[in-house]
């Protein structure tokens, strides 16, 4: 593989979780438009088909984003084969159903380990990649959770809010090197979130069956049945990066322009009902 072939014409792209869902029809698509791609995946033989397909633009990397070990080695490939990396993609991560109570402790910090400071570690080691090149493009896969908030999904929301408020702060803290920040945020798409990326608590509490169980029942009816096509999201998220002017967040689905939406009028309800109260607890003496 040459290192500098096309490299300058072409977009070289870093996805996570690249072997299903999200990760793997964005991964389709930028090779498809002859980009550069590395593939990553906890397990990279799951790539094997992408690989045979785009021999010459595709390079697999074994990466499990809890690892900083993993995500130095990437980034370092990433460099050594195609020599910058112009869109960083945080992809990889995994749902939880359950309500708050319901969840351990080593629950809680293995879940935020892969969904909130896996995406963290990439983007602390991409930057000064980016910085270096005076461009680049984090992509941040958010989620209709990362601003509204569903019962019986506490920590999914939790760490999709976290995401969220550090890409935005980002965005600000970047601009001036020419790196741009997107959150991505989908509604329900036939991926396999609602189904083996979907888990639950190790323990159960009866008195959330009302909320926990329920939720996890709802996605498992729409497993396969979701609204949103993956390959046309993937579509979008290349027009966001491609356009000079790209979102700090893109919506995807009607599901997800509904329910933000309705999460941006109730904001609205009561900053509206309560501005008395808010405005009231500023000093009255000027001199303060």
């Not at 900083?68 to 080695?73: E, Y």
């Not at 749902?95 to 969840?103: F, K, M, N, Q, R």
């Not at 908030?149 to 809010?161: A, E, N, V």
Request: aromatic share 8%; glycine share 8%; net charge negative.
């Amino acid at each position: 593989m040459n290192s500098n072939k096309n490299c300058v014409a072409a977009k070289v792209w870093l996805i996570t979780g690249c072997s299903s869902g999200f990760g793997r029809a964005l991964a389709e698509a930028v090779l498809k438009q002859g980009d550069y791609l590395l593939a990553t995946a906890r397990e990279p033989e799951q790539l094997q088909a992408l690989i045979e397909t785009y021999p010459e633009t595709a390079k697999p990397v074994r990466l499990d984003v809890t690892s900083s070990q993993d995500i130095q080695a990437a980034v370092d490939t990433a460099i050594a084969t195609f020599g910058r990396i112009d869109v960083l993609v945080n992809n990889a991560g995994h749902g939880l159903i359950a309500a708050l109570e319901e969840v351990s402790d080593v629950e809680i910090h293995q879940f935020f380990e892969t969904n909130f400071f896996g995406a963290l570690r990439l983007m602390c080691t991409v930057l000064p990649v980016m910085r270096q090149q005076g461009n680049g493009h984090i992509v941040n896969m958010s989620s209709t959770a990362g601003l509204v908030g569903f019962g019986g999904s506490s920590l999914y929301c939790g760490s999709k809010f976290a995401l969220e408020g550090t890409s935005e702060a980002l965005a600000k803290e970047v601009e001036s090197f020419g790196i741009k920040v997107t959150l991505i945020e989908p509604g329900a798409f036939r991926t396999d979130f609602n189904g083996r990326s979907l888990a639950a608590a190790e323990q159960s509490i009866d008195a959330y069956a009302p909320v926990s169980c329920a939720s996890l029942q709802w996605f498992k009816e729409m497993d396969g049945q979701q609204p949103g096509d993956p390959a046309k999201a993937a579509q979008a998220i290349i027009q966001a990066v491609e356009s000079p002017h790209p979102p700090m967040r893109l919506a995807l689905g009607s599901d997800a322009m509904s329910l933000i939406q309705k999460k941006l009028e109730w904001v609205k309800t009561d900053l509206d009902a309560w501005q008395q109260v808010t405005v009231s607890t500023d000093y009255t003496d000027s001199n303060n």
